[in-house]
């Protein structure tokens, strides 16, 4: 099984969102939308490039334990031919960043192990809470742990954008 197995391709526009209706339903993927931006859990600027991909990971990819536990995953990722972006999708106000930290952390080494990294040029990792949209500098001693940890740049942040 190989993550790509589950990819599709982002139409060509100058931006698009990706959402999770999780709280609807727990057993929903996420996925794109490219019309109701207030429902968007975070956005990708794609500048109408048309080398786009999006995996939905959560409740799409299985990750189980030695012991046939299920293991945390994050919601999505996007790449292209050099980048992968592995991402957190959060709604809620406090509490929320060491989850998805434990979430994306969890995904990359699960990746790593089927994939490989090092196919990527860039790898980045973004935790994107719609109710904290915009980067937090608090958070930048975890972001270096996190890429000691995972060799992947992590932004606390919900607009996802320089993708090469």
């Known amino acids: 099984m190989s993550f790509f197995d589950y990819a599709e391709k982002a139409k060509p526009v100058q931006e698009f969102g990706i959402r999770d209706d999780g709280k609807k339903s727990s057993e929903l993927p996420a996925y794109l939308d490219y019309e109701n931006k207030k429902d968007w859990n975070a956005t990708v600027v794609s500048e109408n490039r048309s080398d786009f991909n999006f995996i939905p990971v959560d409740n799409r990819i299985p990750y189980y334990d030695k012991q046939g536990n299920e293991r945390k995953r994050c919601d999505a990722m996007v790449y ?83 993708i090469r």
């Open 80 to 162: 292209t031919k050099q980048t992968v972006v592995f991402i957190e999708l959060k709604d809620q106000m406090h509490n929320w960043f060491d989850d998805a930290v434990e979430q994306l952390k969890s995904t990359i080494e699960h990746f790593d192990n089927v994939d490989g990294l090092d196919k990527f040029r860039f790898k980045k990792a973004y935790a994107c809470n719609k109710e904290h949209p915009h980067f937090n500098y608090h958070y930048k001693e975890r972001m270096q742990q996190f890429y000691r940890d995972t060799g992947v740049t992590l932004r606390p942040e919900a607009v996802i954008k320089g």
